[in-house]
């Protein structure tokens, strides 16, 4: 049983390019978690997502950033016209319960490693 | 809004020795509180869940206590190895659907 995969590992953008961010949970998780590490920042809750569902995007930026979580494939974070300040760790979590069934563990990806130049 | 905190910032301490990580959250209503462990340039590896209802859980050298009503948490390492070196980070599930919350965690170096 795989763990969490994201992908790719790094990417490098430059100002104003698209930039996409997968994550495939790991089997049987149907639960979905964002995270973004900014430097020296501690990692903040972005978007959760069910299969189909944004659930919570409490922690999104309102513009340019968008998620989902498609009925088959990987979730993807999508980040349009980026910016320097979009520069971070973004870590994707999946669970095989939701927010309301306890314990509810979460199972981190390796990150993907956003720079824009 | 839930604020988690974590003691000291950084810490380097000679192989073998027993230490304490510190964690404090603002809000004690809490489901359950996780211990995670980060490598430089990878992800978060979780060490340890302890439930609201729970004081404590042990994995191996680890051992990690809760104290809900004080909002307080400690992973205590024991016998130090220069490969527990790592940044620990502290996070709490609250009520919500808005995921974890971190902790900034302790940049932990034990010398050889």
């Known amino acids: 049983n795989a763990g969490v995969m994201q992908n790719p590992r790094h990417l490098v953008r430059r100002r104003g390019q698209e930039a996409r961010l997968r994550c495939s949970p790991m089997?049987?998780?149907?639960?979905v978690y964002w995270y973004r590490q900014l430097p020296e920042e501690g990692l903040k809750f972005m978007v959760y997502l069910q299969k189909e569902n944004i659930i919570d995007e409490s922690g999104m930026p309102k513009e340019r950033f968008s998620a989902e979580f498609p009925k088959e494939g990987p979730s993807i974070l999508r980040i349009q016209q980026v910016v320097r300040g979009d520069s971070a760790a973004y870590f994707c979590?999946?669970?095989?319960?939701?927010?309301?069934?306890?314990?509810?563990?979460?199972?981190f990806g390796q990150g993907t490693r956003l720079t824009v130049v | 809004k839930q604020e988690v905190t974590q003691i000291p910032a950084a810490l380097s301490v000679p192989e073998g020795e027993n230490l304490v990580l510190n964690c404090s959250f603002t809000d004690s209503a809490i489901y359950n509180l996780q211990w995670f462990r980060q490598d430089p340039g990878k992800g978060l590896t979780s060490l340890l869940l302890i439930q609201s209802s729970q004081r404590e859980q042990t994995s191996g050298r680890l051992n990690a206590s809760l104290d809900k009503s004080s909002g307080r948490s400690t992973l205590y390492i024991a016998a130090s190895q220069p490969g527990d070196s790592a940044t620990y980070l502290c996070?709490?599930?609250?009520?919500?659907?808005?995921?974890?919350?971190f902790g900034k965690g302790t940049h932990l170096i034990i010398q050889p």
């Open positions: 996070a709490v599930e609250g009520g919500g659907a808005d995921g974890l919350t």
């Open positions: 089997k049987g998780h149907s639960h």
């Open positions: 979590a999946s669970s095989p319960l939701g927010p309301g069934y306890r314990p509810h563990e979460a199972f």
